[in-house]
């Protein structure tokens, strides 16, 4: 019953906008940095698609179910990066859809280290099917309305310096906000979708090679919008025999990580994380688990003796 209780709260604080929606973090983030800025685009020599699916807090009625969908590559001159991100993303009964295009700039700042220089842009769908929401006050107007939905157009942009052994990242993937409580924000005239705000990503990583077989790779991202915790991840992977990526992330006040990549054939590389709850969610909650397909393409990928650490 206490169960059943916590998810109607759940849900309809969502519904109600209460508080400012926060984007979604996903466990395997460094293995695809384009999913928190626009400035990856392109930063391979050459293309690739990323599929990945996130079941989060299971046996949790309502909960997070995530699916996003990557492209990126670089064009003829490599100076220049494209990429498309799609993402569907469904809490209790709310629902919101992104589609968004990147573009960066990659300048060669010395022999080694590079710097990508993104934008990107496209729209947000919200829908909220308020009619599948159990209410205790059946004549509330608030839940009048079947559905309510709204479409919202964005843009981002980051920053991405990098070599083959380093990379740190500044972005801010949704640079306009529609919270009227905030400065240069726009008001929404229905506010029972929930509210885009914006949020800051601080991202660093680094591979350090232990011996030809074994490589180190430790990284770090900081996560931060106004009203909310700032949010730290840290995790560290070991990349075996250039083949298994064997590792671990520890997300401050959220979950403890475990996570799992096999280079499968030169192109193609499957991954699979776990997430731990340690937040009091997981006295309702058996944990999360994420799943990823990516397949690397083009013209240089077969030229390429060892895999690329980010």
């Not at 573009?103 to 993104?118: D, F, P, R, S, T």
């Not at 909310?228 to 990526?245: A, G, Q, R």
Request: hydrophobic share 40%; with cysteine; net charge positive.
């Amino acid at each position: 019953m206490i169960k059943k209780i916590i998810v109607l709260i759940f849900c309809s604080v969502l519904s109600m906008a209460s508080y400012a929606q926060q984007d979604v973090l996903l466990s395997q983030y460094m293995f695809n940095n384009l999913l928190v800025n626009p400035g990856y685009a392109g930063s391979k020599r050459y293309a690739s698609a990323t599929l990945l699916y996130r079941n989060q807090w299971l046996k949790f009625d309502g909960a997070p179910k995530t699916f996003v969908a990557t492209l990126h590559g670089p064009t003829r001159t490599r100076k220049v990066g494209l990429g498309l991100t799609m993402a569907a993303d469904k809490i209790g009964v709310t629902s919101r859809y992104d589609v968004y295009a990147n573009y960066a700039y990659h300048m060669q700042l010395n022999k080694k280290l590079k710097l990508g220089i993104g934008m990107r842009g496209g729209i947000s769908y919200f829908n909220a099917k308020l009619s599948e929401l159990v209410v205790w006050d059946k004549p509330d107007a608030l839940f009048d309305p079947a559905s309510v939905s709204n479409i919202l157009p964005n843009f981002g942009a980051g920053a991405y310096l990098y070599n083959e052994k380093f990379y740190m990242g500044l972005s801010v993937p949704e640079l306009l906000s529609y919270d009227p409580s905030r400065p240069a924000s726009f008001n929404l005239k229905n506010n029972i979708v929930p509210r885009q705000v914006r949020h800051y990503f601080f991202t660093m990583g680094g591979a350090i090679e232990l011996d030809p077989d074994f490589v180190l790779r430790p990284a770090m991202l900081i996560k931060y919008s106004q009203n909310t915790p700032v949010e730290f991840d840290f995790n560290l992977n070991l990349l075996i025999k250039k083949v298994l990526w064997v590792g671990g992330a520890y997300r401050t006040g959220d979950a403890a990580v475990g996570m799992i990549e096999l280079q499968a054939t030169k192109q193609l590389r499957l991954g699979y994380a776990y997430d731990f709850t340690t937040s009091l969610l997981k006295n309702y909650s058996n944990g999360s688990h994420e799943i990823m397909i990516a397949y690397d393409f083009g013209y240089d990928i077969m030229k390429i003796k060892t895999p690329r650490y980010f």
